[in-house]
């Protein structure tokens, strides 16, 4: 792991690696395997493979406030519903979703302790909200399927501001010559091998990713939590206009 200074000795991200571990990697493995067939299987429109981050299709599931919500609730995932409820089961995944939270509470306790704590308040006041995962103080979760996902420069504004992203790399590709994070505001091209988990504040810091060459296969799984859940909570439950 290596952590990312800013010029005062602060981290303000990190890379992670992966635990050196070969049940850890037979996990990433079962992840990939199985984002692999769900995306081949899920036939996704033409429409859904082009947005502002990229030109591949994305699958979101956890909890979301905006756009008129009056209480934070569950993503309506509509047709995909049940391919995300997949994903969250299988145990590849929870097994990275764990390592990234455990990775987040080491580099950075304070904040993970102000996630818990704005977890345990919301499902105070509304006990039938769930995480994606339970091993995890993330509020949502995003599936990027294809076969060579990369994405576009851009940030995450819609993130809490000084939160952290967890982003997970997955396929089978050469590291040193595709699918490496760039990071624009820090002047950094990283490499991310398969397995790999990068912790970053996605909402300020611009980044993208290189394609992998052809005939190689790169997908990701992030986790993130909307900055608007975090503002109504510590507003007391209601919305900043309230």
Same mark, same amino acid.
């Given at each position: ?21 070969? !049940? ?14 769900? $995306? ?13 981050? $990229? ?12 756009? $008129?919500?009056? +209480?934070?609730?569950?993503?309506? %995932? ?13 145990? $590849? ?50 599936? !990027? ?25 997955? %396929? ?6 595709g699918g490496h994070l760039v990071l624009w505001d820090l002047e950094l091209v990283v490499e991310f091998p398969h397995g790999a988990l990068i912790l970053l504040?996605?909402? +300020? ?16 799984? +992030? ?11 510590? !507003?007391?439950?209601? +919305?900043?206009?309230?």
């Amino acid at each position: 792991p290596r952590p990312i200074l800013d010029r005062n000795g602060r981290i303000v991200a990190v890379l992670a690696s992966q635990p050196d571990n070969p !049940n850890y990697r037979a996990a990433a493995d079962a992840a990939f395997a199985a984002m692999r067939r769900a $995306g081949d299987a899920a036939r996704f429109p033409a429409e859904m493979k082009k947005h502002r981050r $990229g030109l591949f299709a994305a699958v979101n599931v956890g909890l979301s406030y905006g756009k $008129g919500q009056s +209480t934070p609730g569950w993503l309506d %995932g509509k047709d995909y519903r049940e391919l995300a409820e997949e994903m969250l089961a299988n145990i $590849g995944i929870q097994r990275m979703a764990g390592f990234a939270d455990a990775a987040f509470a080491i580099w950075a306790p304070r904040l993970h302790v102000y996630y818990k704590e704005c977890d345990r308040k919301l499902r105070t006041r509304h006990p039938l909200l769930r995480r994606p995962f339970v091993g995890s103080v993330y509020f949502c979760a995003a599936f !990027n399927f294809g076969r060579n996902v990369w994405t576009f420069k851009y940030r995450d504004v819609l993130n809490l501001a000084f939160g952290w992203c967890a982003i997970q790399a997955l %396929g089978r590709y050469d590291a040193t010559l595709g699918g490496h994070l760039v990071l624009w505001d820090l002047e950094l091209v990283v490499e991310f091998p398969h397995g790999a988990l990068i912790l970053l504040p996605s909402a +300020t810091v611009a980044h993208s990713n290189v394609p992998v060459r052809e005939g190689e296969e790169w997908v990701s799984f +992030t986790q993130f939590s909307a900055g608007g859940i975090f503002r109504y909570v510590d !507003n007391g439950f209601q +919305t900043v206009a309230e």
